[in-house]
């Protein structure tokens, strides 16, 4: 295995393509003896959140249209940090906007880059609990976005509206929803913190009792 690990680089030109919404810069890079460039999709930096409902007992995820995958997704909380703003009270105010949910609890998991070969965005991901609902969410100006509650995490990014333990019955037979699966980054890596979380938890209790029961 080679000893070197990172090549030296050096910017050597920026150029401002687009300014729009988001901006997109062109940057020449010099490599040794290669010199090429790269176009960086500069949006800002943003926030996420898995939210659990302490008093249902449920997650809150979220249904919105998507243009880039031309469909409706389910996801995790998620959303921009405004100017002047700390990812706390971002996240904060988009549970608020979105869900209608005030913040109980807040804790912060991780800070990530989400495409670093295209884009220079940070999303902070937090794990977020809420009681009160003080108003219907759905978003603010031309957002329209749905509210899904969710009884079971699974692997892999797999969540369930139903618990898949107890089945919805319907006269003498048992209907089970299937799970959907999540298809962004940010989403399965919070469902992932939380499943990891609860397992380590189960573990804990397991060792926890086994040493009580040898007293």
């Given at each position: 295995m080679?000893?070197?690990?990172?090549?030296?680089?050096?910017?050597?030109?920026?150029?401002?393509?687009?300014?729009?919404f988001?901006?997109?810069?062109?940057?020449?890079?010099?490599?040794?003896?290669?010199?090429?460039?790269?176009?960086?999709f500069?949006?800002?930096?943003?926030?996420?959140?898995?939210?659990?409902?302490?008093?249902k007992?449920?997650?809150?995820?979220?249904?919105?249209?998507?243009?880039?995958?031309?469909?409706?997704?389910?996801?995790?909380?998620?959303?921009?940090?405004?100017?002047?703003?700390?990812?706390?009270?971002?996240?904060?105010?988009?549970?608020?906007?979105?869900?209608?949910?005030?913040?109980?609890?807040?804790?912060?998991?991780?800070?990530?880059?989400?495409?670093?070969?295209?884009?220079?965005?940070?999303?902070?991901?937090?794990?977020?609990?809420?009681?009160?609902?003080?108003?219907?969410?759905?978003?603010?100006?031309?957002?329209?976005?749905?509210i899904?509650?969710?009884?079971?995490?699974?692997?892999?990014g797999?969540?369930?509206?139903?618990?898949?333990?107890s089945?919805?019955?319907?006269?003498?037979?048992?209907?089970?929803?299937?799970?959907?699966?999540?298809?962004?980054?940010?989403?399965?890596?919070?469902?992932?913190?939380?499943e990891?979380?609860?397992?380590?938890?189960?573990?804990?209790?397991?060792i926890?009792?086994a040493?009580?029961?040898?007293?």
């Amino acid at each position: 295995m080679s000893e070197k690990v990172l090549n030296k680089y050096e910017i050597t030109n920026k150029e401002l393509v687009y300014d729009g919404f988001s901006k997109i810069e062109k940057l020449t890079v010099s490599e040794g003896d290669k010199e090429y460039d790269r176009e960086v999709f500069k949006c800002g930096n943003s926030v996420s959140a898995i939210v659990k409902d302490t008093v249902k007992n449920k997650y809150i995820f979220v249904e919105q249209y998507r243009p880039a995958t031309d469909g409706l997704m389910v996801e995790v909380v998620s959303g921009m940090i405004d100017e002047g703003e700390k990812p706390e009270q971002a996240i904060k105010r988009e549970i608020m906007e979105e869900t209608g949910y005030k913040v109980d609890y807040i804790n912060h998991i991780a800070d990530f880059y989400l495409t670093p070969g295209k884009s220079d965005e940070i999303c902070s991901l937090f794990y977020v609990e809420v009681s009160e609902q003080v108003h219907e969410g759905g978003g603010i100006g031309d957002e329209n976005i749905g509210i899904v509650e969710i009884e079971k995490l699974g692997l892999n990014g797999k969540i369930f509206p139903n618990d898949p333990f107890s089945p919805i019955v319907e006269g003498e037979e048992k209907k089970l929803i299937p799970p959907y699966q999540l298809i962004d980054a940010r989403s399965i890596i919070a469902v992932s913190y939380v499943e990891n979380s609860n397992t380590l938890k189960g573990m804990s209790d397991v060792i926890t009792q086994a040493k009580l029961r040898s007293l």
